[in-house]
């Protein structure tokens, strides 16, 4: 698929996200800075799709080699099969968002099933959100109060070091 053909195709603004199946699929879609997410699987259920059964393998392949929580790292979602009973093995496996569809819109409460997935990721983000400011800290420089602090809130910012 050309990201530059698709481009035309689309608002400015829209975000070109590329579907990967392999190793060699995700690798192409991070290093191809016109596609701007991923998505990896499946993880469940289905058909092997392009000679691949479906497993955890590609969510882990990818979260080594684009860490959620490095910044700068293109944004990635685990896809195929996900559901409130196997979400946990997807986050273990380094997955931080998801996409799905059955488990909510199929779900006797789907604002409840909503819920259940959004709480278990954001308690994932919250225990990789120390490594991603640290990393964050560490990449860009330090944090250093902005001297017009008319509002009176404080304020930093992220300064290069010098």
Same mark, same amino acid.
């Given at each position: 698929p050309d990201a530059e053909k698709a481009r035309r195709y689309v608002h400015r603004w829209a975000k070109l996200g590329r579907s990967c199946y392999t190793t060699k699929d995700e690798d192409a879609a991070l290093a191809?800075?016109?596609i701007d997410f991923l998505t990896v699987g499946p993880t469940f259920g289905g058909l092997p799709w392009f000679g691949h059964p479906p497993?955890?393998?590609?969510?882990r392949h990818? &979260?080594?080699v684009s860490p959620p929580s490095v910044t700068?790292?293109?944004p990635w979602f685990a896809i195929?099969?996900?559901t409130l009973a196997n979400v946990d093995e997807v986050i273990a496996a380094g997955a931080r968002r998801v996409a799905v569809g059955r488990a909510i819109s199929a779900a006797d409460d789907p604002a409840a099933a909503a819920t259940a997935f959004a709480d278990r990721l954001r308690a994932a983000w919250g225990d990789s959100m120390d490594s991603f400011t640290l990393d964050a800290v &560490?990449?860009?420089g330090t944090f250093r109060p902005i001297a017009d602090q008319s509002d009176e809130r404080p304020q930093v910012r992220l300064d290069p070091e010098d």
């Open positions: 191809d800075d016109r497993g955890l393998e590609l969510v990818t &979260a080594t700068g790292a293109k195929g099969g996900i &560490a990449r860009e």
